[in-house]
């Protein structure tokens, strides 16, 4: 259980109040779209849950861990459990693909591996069946460099899946795919949600979110103005989307 109280985050020289009130408990397996005009937060507000902007105010529980009163055990915790996808995903752009999913991130990945790049077979078998998953057998043996913006957010995918995420935050993470393709990966992380109690918490174009969310959070004036489950927005919660 996520719970959320009150973060309240100003950015800038300027220090403009992007997030002002934002309070929400969140279960296992909830798949959560945040809308909202540009510029009303929804990077903001998964930047300050993976813990990548300090946050001004408000409370933070995960699992009944205090987080931001106990930041070392609860950033690392963050760290660990959970995946934060950027709009362009953080790749080592000279390993392959299959290597960017098995070796993970630094929090994720004891040292030695990082080091030797030495993965077990069964890890392989589970790495080469996410990118299955996410339609990327065809590109494991690539460079990240090599591979379109589409298709290192499905790498990043895969790596935050083979590594256990419990959690996942994802900016935008179907565009510049083609319709299809988004589909699919959308598909898999809703899947897994319901499967596997993964929670996801991203930013997606209106349509796709009312088909595939579990939750829709309407973001305006640095607050969650709607906080709609089980149903499409009404014309009045989508009048300034
Ligand atoms: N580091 C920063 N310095 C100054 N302003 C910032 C900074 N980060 C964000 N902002 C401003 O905060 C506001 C919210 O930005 P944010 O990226 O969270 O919005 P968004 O809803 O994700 O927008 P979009 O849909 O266009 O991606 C914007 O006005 C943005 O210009």
């Known amino acids: 259980m996520i719970t959320v109280e009150h973060l309240a985050k100003a ?17 296992p397996g909830e798949l959560v779209v ?11 507000l998964l930047r300050c849950l993976a813990l990548r902007e300090k946050w001004d105010k408000g409370n933070f529980r995960v699992d009944g861990v205090n987080v931001r009163g106990n930041m070392f055990t609860g950033r ?7 995946a934060y996808l950027e709009q362009n995903a953080e790749l080592n752009p000279n390993r392959t693909a299959l290597k960017n999913v098995l070796i993970g991130q630094s929090s994720q990945t004891p040292l030695w591996r990082m080091v030797t790049g030495m993965v077990r077979s069964d890890d392989y078998m589970g790495a080469m069946d996410e990118l299955d998953l996410l339609g990327l057998l065809d590109k494991a043996k690539m460079k990240t460099s090599q591979l ?19 959690v996942i935050l994802a900016d935008e993470p ?3 795919l083609d319709p299809k393709t988004a589909e699919s ?3 898999t992380l809703r899947k897994l949600c319901k499967e596997t109690g993964l929670t996801v918490v991203t930013v997606l174009p209106l349509e796709l979110a009312e088909r595939y969310a579990t939750r829709l959070w309407v973001l305006e004036d640095g607050k969650i103005k709607h906080d709609v489950k089980g149903r499409r927005l ?5 009048i300034h989307l």
């Open 11 to 27: 950015v800038g020289e300027d220090k403009l109040p992007v997030l002002r009130d934002i309070s929400f408990q969140l279960e």
């Open 34 to 44: 945040l809308l909202g005009a540009s510029g009303s937060g929804k990077s903001t």
């Open 76 to 82: 690392r915790k963050i760290r660990r459990e959970w």
């Open 148 to 166: 379109s913006g589409g298709e290192r957010q499905r790498v990043a995918i895969a790596r935050a899946l083979v590594h256990g995420a419990k």
């Open 174 to 176: 179907v565009t510049g």
């Open 185 to 187: 990966v959308l598909e």
């Open 234 to 238: 009404t014309s009045q919660e989508r």
